[in-house]
């Protein structure tokens, strides 16, 4: 600590209150680009389908880190955004036509940025100049991640660099450093998360003026400023209001004024969907344990319908004589029509290891092709996995990890989609000669199962066995699209798996009798048949 | 009175000192059934622990019944039983009563000193009588014999020993005692019986902070007292056993929240000041210190997982305490205090 304790009081005794200079920017494409991802994460995030999962959770980090990181607009924002979700095309095979159009928004918006400086950083510019030219002392509290964003705003030639103690990194820093004059923040006060900062700046003021440069609607945490007595006496102090222009609000044993001062605009480009949403607020409460879930309604006679949902690839068949695949997974409303029958699996015993494989087989005729690939020409393979919509972020020393030998466990991409895409650039699909029955599953499905035993999944526990058994009724339907429209044309709504397919089973069809959506349901009530008059009770 | 802190130039007592050493020196007497605890924040790290403990030490100057005089005999009873009954036997290597599941809280080594004798070791002795209350302790023959001399001492006699490693109960003069004139200036009018100077109290207790004694000592060094004729170091004032050389009597116990230990055999203080937010917490959930009244100390500059961990322990305490902030007056701008009473019905 640089200063004694004396000091700290006569400091705090010479101000009646700090000050908050909150300077609020907007700006229409980013506001457009944020609200357009906002709403991906959102979507994707009532999906129980674990790539739709895994992308909601990667846009909010992104997001979450544009909301407080002064980052450049440039080529890095789309980079980031078209490395995670893929192309347009893949977008909406992947997710539907909705997620599609938002997608696009936010990509057009992120090429709009391109071209413009981001106004946050010409704010800071200001900011920084201004108390340079005043010789004010001042400090930066940002993580330390953040620094070289703050660090590129002096970067050309001309300008002054901000030296190494501008910088606080963590409430020990704070606490060690002496008192100045004014603390520049990027972001919303936040005590967690993203832009975290300690409470100790409100509750503990080391300055006279909070400088805070906020992008539009970032809300500062209501409790952000905790001071456990203050907080426990019996009449605790008025808080937690938005700021407004020149509110006075105490935090602790600490009075603070703020001062708003907004700039930019952002008409709001997104229809029906509000400018001043909190996206950080949003995320937060996304963690928040939920007891329903929203769905979409399956209607399959007059009395009964199935929940799914958002986004759930249903496993389905589509009568139409000119489909070119009857049995496929479809998303409701989307792929999935009314007419169409829904099909359940109802399975006995899976026999998902059933093939015979050593441990390694069949991995090591993928592993060879793909070390064959890897090695003739390594940039071509990744351009063909990311074009075919393989994005993982490290792909390079991922590939270099999948090529090593089996040892205890095939080193192998985590999910099936993935590996299906690796399988099918490497051109190993359907290509193995060592098929033992022509009416066994693919080569992939077979390959997977042999990762899957050598990683000890158990095979009927968990999210990923519904996935897994789809796809392999999946399979085994496609097979079976004959016998399914016999069955149909007998009026009949089930199909007994005939033996040799590795399961044991029947499969139930159900046709579709209307899609709806806004239900909110119980976890435990999504993909079960239930009556409508039950289902009713969802409606949202 | 001039104070400086950390060498910085000399002062008078700021607002923030005073309202600390004063809020010490008003904490009401312990009553039993009206536990009080406290909790004050601070803008920043500081001595506050040291000079809320250092105006209660002065109060306590006043109070007559404040020594260890009148239980010493009884005390080193207890203290010749757990060694004859326990200590002298264990089989353990090192002290452990966890391990060992004696139900003391630190080993009785048998031996007593005496500021009379201050190169003699006297050890209790087997001859001690505890039905009779006869306590004997035994010190080498010093004419060369093999056999100890063993000795009987009447409680008044008993007075002059004490445990080895603990402050002696009471000076025999005035010769070693503390002095007034400091205590007199940082609390103007506190009334200060001589006696009191000359005895050691165990009622009232500094609890460390969890990195240990030495980073409370050494804050409470930061700060020193100036007056006419001499300077007083804060630690020197606080009569903590051990951390003065010139002090001979301690009155106050120092609790080491980072071991878990008391500075000596004592009864639960009736007040313990509480130096740092972890070190407030583990207070709280001291067996010991259940009936006696608490008052901590932390500053703000520490982690939102830390504030809300107190926060949530004082929430906790709402269910059976009131606030009660009658004897506060107003505070210097950066503290803020809560101080709750026990519910009495």
């Avoid at chain 1, 050309?156 to 190494?164: G, K």
């Avoid at chain 1, 480009?269 to 607020?281: F, P, T």
């Avoid at chain 1, 071509?380 to 994005?391: P, V």
Wanted: with cysteine.
């Amino acid at each position: 600590m640089q200063f004694t304790t004396s000091q700290m009081f006569d400091f705090l005794e010479q101000q009646e209150a700090g000050t908050i200079e909150r300077h609020e920017v907007a700006s229409a494409s980013f506001g457009a680009l944020r609200r357009s991802l906002r709403q991906i994460v959102l979507k994707l995030r009532d999906s129980d389908d674990q790539e739709a999962l895994n992308a909601s959770d990667q846009l909010r980090a992104l997001i979450s880190e544009w909301l407080t990181v002064p980052v450049s607009f440039d080529h890095l924002m789309l980079d980031a955004m078209v490395n995670m979700l893929g192309s347009s095309e893949a977008v909406q095979t992947r997710w539907g036509s909705d997620i599609r159009i938002l997608y696009d928004a936010a990509h057009r918006a992120a090429m709009d940025l391109l071209s413009i400086d981001s106004p946050v950083r010409e704010k800071l510019r200001a900011v920084i100049g201004e108390l340079r030219r005043q010789e004010r002392t001042f400090k930066i509290y940002c993580h330390r991640r953040a620094r070289p964003h703050f660090e590129t705003l002096f970067s050309s030639p001309a300008d002054e660099p901000l030296p190494v103690n501008t910088f606080l990194h963590s409430v020990r820093d704070y606490r060690e450093t002496g008192l100045f004059d004014d603390l520049i923040k990027f972001g919303p006060l936040r005590a967690r998360g993203w832009g975290a900062a300690p409470d100790a700046l409100l509750i503990a003021p080391r300055f006279n003026i909070l400088i805070q440069i906020v992008w539009s609607g970032c809300n500062d945490e209501q409790d952000f400023g905790y001071d456990p007595v203050s907080s426990t006496l019996d009449a605790p102090p008025a808080e937690g209001a938005p700021p407004t222009s020149d509110m006075c609000a105490r935090h602790g044993p600490v009075k603070w004024i703020t001062r708003v001062m907004l700039s930019g605009d952002d008409p709001g480009a997104v229809a029906g969907d509000s400018r001043d949403i909190d996206e950080l607020q949003v995320f937060r409460e996304m963690n928040l344990p939920r007891e329903n879930r929203p769905a979409t309604l399956v209607q399959v006679n007059g009395e009964h319908g199935i929940l799914y949902p958002p986004h759930t690839r249903i496993l389905s068949f589509d009568p139409n004589q000119a489909a070119r695949e009857p049995v496929g997974l479809r998303i409701p409303g989307e792929t999935l029509l009314e007419g169409m029958y829904v099909i359940m699996p109802s399975i006995g015993d899976v026999d998902l290891g059933g093939v015979q494989a050593e441990h390694g087989h069949f991995s090591q005729i993928w592993k060879a092709r793909l070390r064959e690939s890897f090695s003739a020409d390594a940039a071509d393979l990744i351009k063909r996995l990311r074009a075919a919509g393989l994005n993982l972020v490290s792909l390079v020393s991922a590939i270099r990890h999948w090529c090593n030998a089996p040892s205890t466990v095939i080193h192998a991409p985590q999910k099936l989609s993935h590996f299906k895409i690796l399988l099918q650039v490497l051109g190993v699909d359907n290509d193995d000669n060592s098929r033992p029955r022509s009416n066994f599953p693919p080569f992939s499905q077979l390959a997977w199962n042999e990762i899957r035993r050598s990683r000890g999944e158990a095979i009927q526990a968990g999210f990923q066995e519904h996935e897994i058994i789809d796809e392999q009724v999946l399979t085994i339907l496609s097979a079976l699209v004959p016998q399914i429209r016999e069955t149909l044309a007998n009026e009949g709504y089930f199909l007994v798996i005939p033996e040799g397919y590795g399961i044991n089973g029947l499969v139930i069809l159900f046709k579709v009798h209307g899609i709806e959506e806004g239900f909110s349901a119980p976890v435990t009530d999504l993909k079960v048949v239930r009556e409508l008059r039950v289902i009713d009770q969802w409606r949202g | 009175m001039l104070v400086s802190e950390e060498n910085e130039a000399w002062q008078s007592v700021p607002r923030w000192m005073g309202f600390l050493i004063q809020m010490g020196y008003d904490w009401p007497g312990s009553n039993p059934g009206q536990r009080r605890i406290a909790l004050l924040s601070m803008p920043c790290d500081s001595a506050a622990a040291g000079l809320i403990a250092l105006g209660a030490l002065v109060k306590d100057f006043g109070d007559p019944n404040t020594n260890n005089v009148d239980g010493h005999y009884d005390a080193l009873l207890r203290y010749a039983h757990q060694y004859l009954e326990s200590c002298r036997d264990c089989d353990l290597p090192e002290c452990n009563p966890e391990v060992k599941r004696c139900g003391y809280m630190v080993k009785a080594a048998g031996r007593l000193r005496s500021l009379q004798f201050p190169r003699k070791t006297f050890t209790i002795s087997d001859k001690t009588d505890f039905k009779k209350r006869q306590i004997a302790w035994e010190y080498p023959n010093p004419a060369g014999h093999e056999d100890n001399v063993t000795q009987f001492p009447s409680p008044t006699k008993a007075m002059s020993w004490h445990i080895e490693g603990e402050p002696p109960p009471q000076l025999t003069d005035s010769v070693g005692a503390l002095s007034d004139e400091a205590y007199q200036q940082i609390v103007v009018g506190a009334k200060i019986i001589p006696d009191n100077l000359r005895k050691s109290y165990n009622g009232l207790c500094l609890a460390g902070r969890v990195y240990g004694e030495t980073a409370t000592r050494e804050v409470c060094e930061s700060i020193r007292f100036r007056d006419a004729s001499r300077e007083y170091f804060l630690p020197d004032l606080l009569t903590i056993h051990g951390w003065s050389s010139s002090n001979l009597v301690s009155r106050i116990t120092f609790f080491n929240a980072r071991t878990e230990k008391l500075d000596r055999r004592a009864p639960a203080p009736s007040l313990v000041v509480a130096d740092g937010d972890t070190c407030f917490l583990k207070v709280l959930g001291i067996r010991e210190f259940q009936q006696s009244d608490v008052i901590g100390v932390m500053h703000r500059t520490i982690k939102h997982d830390e504030l809300e961990a107190v926060g949530n322990r004082l929430i906790a305490l709402r269910q059976w305490y009131v606030e009660d902030s009658e004897m506060l007056g107003c505070l210097p701008r950066g503290i803020s205090v809560l101080i709750l009473k026990k519910r009495t019905s």
